[in-house]
Structures are given as structure tokens and as C-alpha cells.
């Protein structure tokens, strides 16, 4: 791998750069060499040339002030730095930088668990805390609060709500449990939001809004600042846990599931954010793709039906969870099951109903608990060299549209051979639908095809009414460009805001399709 | 658990129809004088292997039979991989040898680099016709060294051990980073990724 400079600065001035770099964080922690150390800066899960996301060097800050001083010597040399915390956003673009040559701003050395309040249930924690540090800090100090993660446990808390994660208890709408934020603007100035900004406050963690407009979520999924605290509410443990999964046998049972699950939900019976998963993801996490089938293209009904039986799944399964005191418990399952039993072949299980063994079970019951885990991870040994870019379009909680994703990004994918692979992640209102595009990252054709079904699918989703909540660096604009209603007016008014609070363009350019004045037409 | 020089070289002395364990033992990069004073870095080393049944007949068996000091790791507990955290950043000066299925393998890199060198990384992969497809990338001089023992190991416990026998030797961080592919004959168990690491600064 040939280094690179960050756009607009001469190779002296690079070398300035990087000495003043060194002054304020130490040698150690600037990181430039192209053999050993910025490899760990690129997306292995990449669909286009990794040159095009290659960094010029990461800089690892240890703390606010620290990171400060780097701001100023970005701003001096205005060179474009790319923030990332635990820098595991695989499959949308991972610890790579939006385009070559920017230096990335590396916040793992900020890795405080600042307070954990367990009369209010919450935690305050710096940028580099993944789910598995705070999940250990818990039990080290017999906390009673639970965390709510991401699928892989080595997520970072804060950097997963920033780029509006959702995790599996009934805290899994992670921007909701936020409260209470500290953000570092371009210029150096620290921002405490909400109650912060009184000084003194009793009440940080505990409301979100403060007095006057509520700016936190500017700085989610933006490059307006650099977030580093933030207060997530955590939940108590609740008097009982009983996980369950109901296993659906057709494909078209999608519509039925959906529409059943609506009141559920708006209800609140379902409290945690649910799943409804097609097969291949369960069956992903537990075996490869040549256990059963070694020909080209969409794998045949007739294999998928032998799967369904040997793994003891459906062609949907829904996962769920019932917290409370068992009494309460009772009775909610009771609603529940005579809700998803008027679905013809539905089979409820507990967890005393399926096997030790079963992987991808015992991976979703330690989820809806809070309990981290990398299981999930297994999707990528599904075929050889596995890799995935996700597809996250948002849908109404209806049968219709459930159904109309699903066969919008099936049909393509089968068209473009490769297998569906999904699943809804049920919030109160919508649902994320998360197609898992996996492809094999060793082979260049099938990485030019994947690259460009998801394109396909933007603009497929896009025509039919549908945005992404949540993309690859290499989407960003594009995706950025279907939220396009009254001339981009969404748009301009972010270019607007990013003119007034980053003047000199250095945080991250072009996340989110939200360029600095000096790129925009530089913009891929 | 520590490793005796004995237990490894029994096993290299078992393992090679009709060799000898020294020139062995030197062609894997083991120092010489190291065989001498009965203590070396390599005895330090550490592999960890995914505890999983795919990873062939009771790794952690034979493993544990060789004398090798190992950990397992896991993707599903987050205890077990909050041990393999811990023990990574006590590990210092140690040569870590990685072997596990491929998600597993990549969950870990992501946790070493760039804070440790991996200066190679071999993907062993079951082909048609009872043949292993081996495709290493990395540094020029361990592959090579490691290629010689391919058709010699009958499993990826034998093959762990043969890895983490491997010193930093004359391995240089400046040296040119090469692929190699090679087959041998199938070994037991699922598809594998492998990794040879050292903490930044000892390589």
C-alpha cells in the first residue's frame, strides 16, 4: 500500500503536520505506517478499490483535551479528519474514512465509564466504550442494570447510538435512551446539551431537553462535532425474563406476522425491539452454505426446506421477550400467543423448548438480556471469504409493505445471484429491515455485483417511498440524494449548519452526504 | 500453563517421519541457543484457537497434550472473550498464533491491530478433491518456513503448534509483504484462518 497525503496538503506540510500531531498525543500514537498500521484503518468488507478509502494516518487522542489540540492542528493545516470510536461499523464502511487521504480521528484511548447510576439506572461513558467493557464493568461492581448492545458485543455504546443503532431489550431504540451529551465542536469549544449547560445540574442524565431547542440529535449520524460523553439510560433488571420464538412455515407468512405484530407493539406488550428473521440468517450464524448446497445462484426450495427442518426453524421466525413478574408475564403471553397462534403452523418455543446447541437460540436469548456477544459474527463464515455490506431501508409495521421490501430486495438479490439473507428489527412504530448482503470479498466480479445491486436497491426503495436509515461510506451521497423533497431542502439546511459550525471543513467530510463548502463539488 | 522445550520437540520429532528435532526446530526459526538455555521467547508464546467442534477432532486436546500455552476464544461469550481481551493486553513481548474459522479470525485481528504486527495471515480452505488450499499473505520468511510443514501436520492442532514455534527470528517490519498460495492434504474440520502476531515494537 503506497501512503497518501490528505487532499490539499503538500507532502512538508504533511510531515509538519504529523510532528504536531506527535507533540500533543506522543509518537505512539500517531499512526502512519501503510504495511502494519493503517491497514486496521480499512474496510475489509469494502465493495470498491480500497484505495479509495485508504487514510493518510490516524491520530488516537487520550481526552478532551487532547483532542482539542489535535482540532487546532487540523484546523491549521485544514486537513480532514474522520472520526471514528470502537471503529467496528462493519458493513457500513468500518473504521475507513469517507475518502483517501483524510487522517482518522481514533477515540478508542477515550474509554471512561464515567459514572454508572444505579439509583437512576444509567451509565456516562466516553466514545471508546464498547458494549463488552461497560457489560464488565456491570458485573464487576454487581450492578442490577443491564446494557442494552448490538448484535457484536464489541460495538461501541455511544458510537452505536450516534449512528442510530438499535439493540434487542425493550431500551433498544438506543438515540431514545440517550440523555445528556458533551460534544467538541471544530473550534475547540465543549458543549454540554440539555440540562448540562446549567452548571451544577442535578439533572444531566435524567431529562434530555434542557431549555430552548434540542440539539442532540445534530450530532447523530453528522459531522458537526465530535460527541465525547454521553449518558445512556440503562434498564433495571427486571423481575423475570422469559425469551421466546415462534417459527412461521411460509414465506408469504411475512404479511400475516406484520400485521398481527402492529397492535402488539403500539400496545406495548411487546416492550423490546423484536425480530422477525428469514432463515438464512439463522441458518448462517450455525452452518455454511456448502453444508447443503455447493451450486451457483439462490439456493432452491427444496434445500431451504431441508434446513428448515434439520436446524428447526421457520421460513420466518419471530423473537421476543416477556420481562416482568411471572403473573404479568402470564398473561401477556397469553395475548400474544393467541395473537401469532391465528397464523396457520405457527410453533411457539421457550427456551426450555429448544436445544443447548442451538446457536443462533442461545445467541438471541443472551440478547433480549443484554448479555454481549460476538455470535452474530458467524453470518461471515456463511460462504468462503464472507463479507457484507448491510441495506437498511425503514418500513411501516404493515403486511404490505413488509412484504413489498422483502420481495423489492429478494427478487433483486436473486437476479444478481446472490441469496436473501434479512431481517426486521420491530421498533413502536417502523421497522428496520436490514438486508445482509453477503458476498465472498476475495472475488472482484461478485464484488462489482454486490456494489451495484445496492445501488439498484437504493433507488428501487427510493421509487417506492422508502429511505436507509443507516449506510456504507461508499452510499452516503447517493443515499444522502433520495432525501432530496423541496430541492434538498433537508440537505442544504445541514451544508448550512456545517458552513456556521465547522468553517474550516476538517470533521469528517462527506459523512452522511454532508460536505464542507470547500468539497462540495468534489463530492464522489 | 507454560511449555516445555521437550513437549514441543517430542511432537516435532513425532510429527516428521525420520527428522531430526534440531534442524527442525532451526528451519521453524527457533533459536539454536534458545534449545540451550531451555528458556526462550518462543516458550512464550501463546495461540488461541476458536472453541468450536468445527475446528477438527478435540483441539483443545491436543493441544494441551503438546504443552502449548493457548487460550480458546469464543464469539459467544462474552465472558470468554473478555479473557482473551485481558490476556492480549498482558501479553507483551509474547508471539501469538491465531487459528480459527474465518468470522472468528477477523473479530480477532480487529481487536490486535494496529497495536500488534500480524505478519501472517494463511487461509486454509477445503477444496474439491480432497486437497487443503493454503493462501498465506504476510511477511516473505515465515512463509516460507511454514510452508515446508503443510503436508507434514495431520490437523490444526499440530499446525497451531508448528505456528506458534515460530520465533520473530530475522523477521524485519521493513521486509516486502508477499501472497503465497500452496495445497496439501485435507485436514479434519471446517475452513480456517490463521495468524502469526507480535506487539508492535518487538517486531
Known sequence: ?524 | MSITLSSRRTFLQATVRGGAALPLLTSLGVATNAIASDLTETENSLCLFEADAAMGADMAAGVRQIGLAYQTVTLDDAAGWSAMLDTLESARGRSLAVLGRPATVFAVRGMLEPTWRVVLEGRHGRQVGSQMRHEFAGLDAPMKQLAGWLDRVRDPAQYAVVLASMTRGEFSADAERKTLDLNSHVWPGSDLVSLLAWPKGVV
Not at chain 1, 121 to 144: C, F, N, T, W
Not at chain 1, 236 to 248: D, K, L, Q, V
Not at chain 1, 372 to 390: C, K, R
Open chain 1, 1 to 524: 500500500m503506497e501512503s497518501v497525503l490528505p487532499p490539499g496538503i503538500k507532502r512538508e506540510q504533511f510531515a509538519a503536520l504529523l510532528a504536531d500531531l506527535k507533540k500533543v498525543v506522543g509518537r505512539e500514537f500517531v499512526f502512519t505506517d501503510t504495511q502494519w498500521e493503517l491497514p486496521a484503518y480499512n474496510d475489509a468488507y469494502l465493495t470498491t478499490p480500497a484505495e479509495l478509502h485508504q487514510p493518510s494516518a490516524a491520530v488516537a487522542p487520550a481526552n478532551v483535551e487532547e483532542l482539542q489540540r489535535v482540532l487546532e492542528v487540523a484546523r491549521h493545516y485544514k486537513a480532514p479528519l474522520w472520526t471514528i470510536s470502537t471503529g467496528k461499523n462493519f458493513a457500513y464502511g468500518g473504521p475507513a474514512p469517507r475518502k483517501a487521504g483524510y487522517i482518522v480521528l481514533d477515540l478508542k484511548r477515550m474509554n471512561r465509564i464515567l459514572e454508572v447510576n444505579e439509583k437512576h439506572g444509567y451509565a456516562v461513558v466516553e466514545p471508546g466504550v464498547s458494549y463488552m467493557d461497560l457489560y464488565r464493568h456491570l458485573q464487576k461492581i454487581g450492578s442490577k442494570l443491564w446494557v442494552d448492545c448490538a448484535a457484536p458485543g464489541w460495538g461501541g455504546v455511544l458510537p452505536n447510538m450516534t449512528e442510530h443503532g438499535v439493540g434487542y431489550t425493550p431500551y433498544g431504540d438506543h438515540v431514545t435512551m440517550q440523555c445528556g451529551m458533551e460534544v467538541m465542536l471544530a473550534d475547540g469549544t465543549l458543549v454540554q446539551t440539555g440540562m448540562g449547560a446549567l452548571p451544577g445540574s442535578q439533572t444531566n442524565h435524567l431529562y434530555k431537553y434542557g431549555l430552548g431547542p434540542s440539539v442532540d440529535g445534530l450530532f447523530t449520524q453528522s459531522n458537526f462535532g465530535v460527541v465525547t460523553k454521553v449518558g445512556m439510560w440503562l434498564m433495571p433488571e427486571p423481575p423475570g425474563y422469559r425469551p421466546y420464538m415462534i417459527t412461521f412455515e411460509k414465506e408469504s407468512d411475512l404479511h400475516a406476522i406484520t400485521e398481527v405484530l402492529r397492535p402488539l407493539k403500539v400496545n406495548m406488550l411487546i416492550p423490546a425491539v423484536a425480530m422477525t428473521v428469514e432463515m438464512l440468517w439463522e441458518a448462517a450464524v450455525q452452518i455454511t452454505r456448502r453444508d447443503y448446497y455447493t451450486g451457483k445462484g439462490p439456493i432452491p426450495d427444496s434445500v431451504r426446506k431441508k434446513m428448515r427442518s434439520d436446524l428447526k426453524i421457520g421460513a420466518w421466525n419471530f423473537y421476543g421477550a416477556l420481562y416482568g413478574p411471572p403473573p404479568m408475564m402470564d398473561n401477556t403471553w397469553e395475548v400474544i400467543h393467541d395473537a401469532f397462534a391465528s397464523i396457520p403452523g405457527a410453533k411457539f418455543y421457550f427456551d426450555e423448548d429448544r436445544s443447548k446447541d442451538d446457536v443462533a437460540w442461545q445467541y438471541r436469548k443472551k440478547l433480549g438480556a443484554g448479555i454481549p456477544n460476538m455470535t452474530e459474527y458467524n453470518v461471515m463464515n456463511w460462504i468462503p471469504n464472507g463479507a457484507h455490506i448491510d441495506f437498511s431501508p425503514i418500513s411501516p409495521v404493515t403486511g404490505a409493505d413488509a412484504t413489498k421490501q422483502y420481495e423489492l430486495i429478494r427478487d433483486r438479490c436473486n437476479k444478481a445471484g446472490f441469496d436473501y439473507c434479512g431481517e426486521f428489527a420491530v421498533g413502536w412504530r417502523d421497522m428496520h429491515h436490514i438486508f445482509c448482503l453477503t458476498f465472498d470479498r476475495n472475488d472482484a466480479k461478485q464484488k462489482a455485483r454486490a456494489n451495484k445491486l445496492f445501488g439498484d436497491l437504493v433507488d428501487a426503495a427510493a421509487a417506492a417511498g422508502y429511505g436507509e436509515y443507516r449506510t456504507h461510506v461508499d452510499f452516503m451521497d447517493r443515499i444522502a440524494g433520495t432525501y432530496n423533497w423541496n430541492d434538498s431542502a433537508l440537505l442544504r439546511m445541514h451544508e448550512k449548519v456545517k458552513d456556521v459550525v465547522d468553517p474550516s471543513g476538517i470533521l469528517s467530510p462527506g459523512k452522511m452526504g454532508i460536505w464542507p463548502k470547500s468539497m462540495r463539488k468534489g463530492k464522489a
